[in-house]
């Protein structure tokens, strides 16, 4: 069994876009310059914002916060979202999810300029990334892809099973999965309702887990020597710790380890490589691919 490290792999091509910011600044260019946009006091959406402004300092990249509190009205953050929009300076810009419920989640996402949009959530970006146009495509999914091939790991003609349709990972990451020039996989999506669910994922060679229910693959719904890709981050309770809780993936660990070829951890797989895409895209978004 071969641990995926996510955390290394992350390290290594945040090096690589601070030497590409690095000579295009040497030349004359513009520091790429990321914004987002952040609506109230959840601890999981401000961990990751953080993450993604000290990975920006990484980077070599600018960036702007922008806070709200809770009763932020969709009016206001829709006139976030336009400043944004017209702000020549930023090449890119994301609305951390998930916003307070008395705001449409889809209204702002179809209010970002899709030019603009580096977590590929926009539906022109959704749509070109589904029939292989070049676009901003999904973070989550985009890291998943970049560890796949790091490493190596053989998708062609695979079986891979997707735990979970979500617009963000399961919907992207099948897709990817599927086409030609990423995956080139036989792809199954399994959810809620799904049916047979454990002889599927017993067919499957590789295992991309994002349903959000910790410790929901088991051994026994793993063949020996498949891949299995962890995209859990649930927070459940650890009095032994300081924060009082831990990361636990969708996989339970110490059992699925030693039937696997690869796996990643949680934390220190997936996690990091979302991060690292979205530097990739704001790269992409600052260098113009539309
Ligand atoms: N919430 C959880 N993941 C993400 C993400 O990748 N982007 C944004 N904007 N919000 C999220």
Do not use: W
Request: charged share 20%.
């Amino acid at each position: 069994m071969q641990l995926i490290d996510g955390k290394a792999t992350a390290t290594a091509i945040k090096a690589q876009i601070a030497q590409q910011v690095s000579d295009i600044v040497a030349n004359g260019g513009k520091q790429p310059h990321l914004a987002a946009v952040l609506v109230g006091h959840d601890g999981g959406s401000e961990t990751y914002v953080k993450n993604k402004v000290i990975a920006c300092e990484q980077c070599g990249f600018k960036s702007t916060l922008i806070r709200y509190e809770d009763d932020v009205t969709e009016e206001e953050l829709l006139a976030c979202v336009e400043r944004l929009n017209n702000d020549a300076d930023i090449d890119g810009f994301i609305v951390q999810l998930p916003l307070p419920r008395h705001i449409d989640e889809q209204k702002i996402i179809m209010a970002i300029d899709y030019r603009k949009d580096v977590d590929g959530f926009h539906p022109v970006n959704v749509g070109r990334m589904s029939i292989g146009l070049p676009c901003f495509i999904s973070a989550t999914p985009l890291g998943i892809i970049t560890l796949l091939k790091f490493y190596g790991i053989e998708t062609s003609g695979k079986k891979c099973v997707v735990l979970g349709r979500s617009n963000i990972v399961g919907k992207p990451m099948a897709q990817l999965m599927m086409q030609k020039q990423y995956g080139d996989a036989t792809v199954t999506v399994c959810h809620s309702h799904s049916k047979e669910l454990k002889k599927e994922c017993l067919e499957a060679d590789i295992i991309i887990a994002a349903i959000g229910q910790p410790d929901f693959v088991t051994a026994d719904m793993v063949k020996e020597g498949a891949v299995i890709i962890d995209v859990g981050t649930t927070r459940v309770p650890d009095a032994s710790r300081k924060s009082g809780f831990r990361l636990n993936g969708d996989v339970k660990f110490d059992e699925v380890a030693p039937k696997c070829s690869y796996i990643t951890p949680v934390p220190g797989g997936v996690g990091p490589m979302t991060i690292c895409s979205l530097m990739q895209n704001t790269l992409l978004a600052a260098k113009g691919i539309f």
